[in-house]
């Protein structure tokens, strides 16, 4: 959506003077005063806050940014599940006794191919969660202005959640969903049950990864390494399901925040932004 939409005005419509003459006539009086003219409103900026407080900003840039980028992590994730199946594919062949002049060739495109996607789902996932987080701030200090009661969480906890040990297995699942709750519709319950979807498949995707790369790491013979690999295959695919939810996630609350704006119902008094 574009950044624009969170800009609105609001335009204050007075009784119309042709109703006003009708009423003067219907009780004989001819005499008309000149209507005193309606004071013109005074603009209101879209993204003014308290003073020295936080200030509403535009998250929509950001959100088709970070999406973008989850989708060339749901790319990188297809591609590491083709690599995968080629390693069990190969793997197996191994386990079985297969022989043949290919084989050796096959394993060679196999590992070249897991490696490559690999780098390539490392990087995305870099790229990904520095955008993600930028966009998680900017919603998280909307959702405060918009209703700073709704939120167990201090501020800080928006970027440092996700690098506590321990506490990121559910302070971002938290965050969100107090994100959520105060950006939902005034005087509306916000349900959250896209959010638990995607923390619980990400946790999911999470714990099956770490045994898959553990496996990986300690699988010796032909037999482990396909069973390696085919654990891999399901954390990968996990993942794929992990970035579209969490697209949803983005756009959905994105959205959310920008219809709240435009219902210009804010609950602090507006002054000038300054950016």
């Known amino acids: 959506m574009p950044d624009r939409m969170f800009g609105y005005s609001r335009v204050r419509f007075g ?50 940014a970070t999406a973008v980028l989850l989708g060339l992590v749901v790319a990188a994730d297809v591609f590491a599940c083709f690599a ?22 096959r394993a060679d495109r196999a590992d070249t191919l897991y490696g490559a996607s690999g780098i390539a789902q490392g990087t995305a996932l870099v790229a990904t969660a520095v955008v993600y987080l930028c966009w998680l701030w900017r ?20 970027i440092g959640g996700w690098f506590c040990p321990i506490v990121n297995l559910w302070f971002p699942r938290r965050i969100v ?5 105060a950006s939902a519709p005034w005087g509306a319950r916000g349900g959250h049950g896209v959010v638990n979807a995607w923390w619980t498949v990400w946790l999911v995707g999470l714990f099956v990864g770490r045994f898959a790369f553990s496996s990986s790491r300690h699988a010796e013979t032909a037999d482990e390494l396909r069973e390696a690999a085919k654990a891999m295959l399901v954390s990968d695919a996990v993942d794929i399901a992990a970035a579209v939810l969490a697209i949803v996630v983005v756009l959905r609350l994105t959205r959310m925040q920008e219809r709240k704006v435009l219902s210009g119902e804010l609950p602090t008094p507006l002054t000038p932004a300054l950016g």
């Open 84 to 105: 995968d199946v080629l390693e069990v594919n190969v793997t197996g062949d191994i386990a079985d006794g297969v022989v043949g002049s290919d084989l050796l060739g």
């Open 15 to 64: 009784e119309s003077r042709a109703r006003r003459l009708s009423s003067h006539l219907s009780r004989g009086d001819r005499s008309m005063p000149a209507p005193m003219p309606a004071p013109a409103p005074a603009p209101v900026p879209p993204y003014a806050g308290p003073p020295g407080g936080p200030r509403l900003r535009s998250p929509a840039g950001l959100a088709r």
């Open 139 to 158: 919603v998280r200090v909307n959702a405060e202005v918009f209703d700073a009661s709704r939120h167990r969480m201090g501020r800080g906890w928006t």
């Open 177 to 181: 969903a107090d994100t959520w709750e």
